[in-house]
């Protein structure tokens, strides 16, 4: 008779932690159904800009930049400006790919430790963009305009018509609003004033 009672004491007790297993696991089904109702309505990964903070996005600086007419030239009149600054190798490659605006900068300044000869491209930019190349003491070696081309083999190249240090874009049209002709002269560095 004790080993039936021993196997029925045996099979109360592993009945006992089986519900108690079972009530932990519902416990804790609980608790996970109550904070992931604290979410999102509607949970999605925001883009990088979204998130970012206020001033230049994480993969970019900022740098402040003047624009001022050659000597002699006989014009006057020198524009400022704030702009996203691209001066390693991975963000001369990133430039403005994916980018709808400029996110409230003027421009975006290349710069290059050394002369440069190279095109640049327009592949997954959305959006048509103006460029100028500056030389090494900041006077304008040429423009172009360029056409967005979506994300593939093929897209247009454009060259300068020189060697350059600096490449400035900017949102189609937006050169003749920063006073870049031919006789501009580029300045970069420094922060960027208060807006």
């Not at 300044?109 to 327009?122: C, H, K, L, P, T």
């Not at 592949?123 to 006077?139: C, E, Q």
Request: proline share 8%.
């Amino acid at each position: 008779m004790s080993r039936y009672t021993d196997n029925a004491g045996r099979r109360a007790v592993a009945a006992l932690l089986g519900w108690l297993v079972v009530l932990a696991l519902l416990s804790g089904l609980g608790a996970l159904l109550a904070v992931g109702a604290n979410g999102p309505p509607d949970p999605r990964l925001a883009p990088a800009e979204a998130s970012a903070p206020v001033g230049a996005p994480v993969e970019f600086g900022e740098i402040a930049f003047r624009v001022t007419p050659r000597p002699g030239s006989g014009l006057s009149a020198t524009s400022e400006g704030c702009a996203l600054l691209a001066e390693t190798e991975r963000q001369h490659q990133k430039g403005l790919m994916g980018r709808r605006d400029l996110g409230g900068y003027d421009a975006m300044v290349f710069r290059f430790a050394a002369d440069q000869s190279g095109s640049f491209f327009m592949r997954n930019v959305p959006i048509p963009l103006s460029i100028a190349w500056f030389d090494a003491r900041g006077r304008l070696v040429s423009t172009a305009e360029m056409e967005p081309c979506p994300d593939q083999e093929g897209c247009p190249q454009y060259a300068p018509a020189g060697p350059y240090r600096f490449a400035l874009e900017v949102e189609r049209g937006g050169l003749g609003r920063l006073g870049i002709d031919d006789d501009s002269v580029l300045s970069v560095g420094g922060d960027c004033s208060p807006r």
